[in-house]
């Protein structure tokens, strides 16, 4: 950003926002929760869980699910935070369903916005249901392709996802 650039901070969503578009999310991490059988349902409400306190705090910035299979991805999907998502076209949740593979394993990691400090785990950490640890898995999937991916939205919050195949 240059210098003679302004930057407003005016936010045009709500936590009922944020709320409409995390359904969407939860709705894509139970398929793929459910497809794959490499995860309980629990355990992907769980996730989707603590990827709502986190975004309606303004902590989230990205989530990466990943399957893996022996240590090799199969499938990956990245669900990006967008607060200026005006551009946005909303989709159904959904895409092509992730294959059940027996013995392989989803992985997930959160990425957080610098907001999320020791004041803010501090302040969040009862209301996380899982005991999240730092990971330095690589996220860039480079064995996949990367494939259409599909956005949700509501006024001015927004997820984009993108797929990797």
């Known amino acids: 950003m240059s210098m003679s650039e302004t930057y407003a901070s005016t936010e045009t969503y709500s936590v009922a926002d944020i709320e409409i578009v995390m359904r ?3 709705a894509d991490l139970l398929m793929i929760a459910g497809s794959t059988k490499a995860v309980t349902e629990e355990k992907a409400r769980n996730w989707a869980h603590d990827i709502e306190v986190l975004a309606k705090n303004g902590y989230l910035r990205m989530v990466d699910l990943t399957l893996l299979y022996a240590g090799v991805e199969i499938r990956a999907a990245r669900f990006v935070v967008n607060t200026d ?10 895409g092509v369903l992730w294959p059940e593979i027996p013995g ?4 997930i990691i959160l990425s957080y916005t610098g ?3 020791a004041v803010a785990k501090e302040k969040t950490k009862n209301r996380l249901r899982i005991g999240w640890v730092a990971s330095s898995a690589d996220t860039s999937h480079a064995g996949l392709t990367s494939g259409i991916g599909r956005d949700y939205m509501s006024n001015g919050y927004g997820m984009q996802r993108k797929d990797f195949n």
């Open 85 to 94: 998502s005006g551009e946005l076209s909303s989709s159904r949740p959904g």
């Open 115 to 117: 907001a999320y400090d």
């Open 24 to 26: 969407r999310v939860c």
């Open 104 to 107: 392989a394993e989803l992985r």
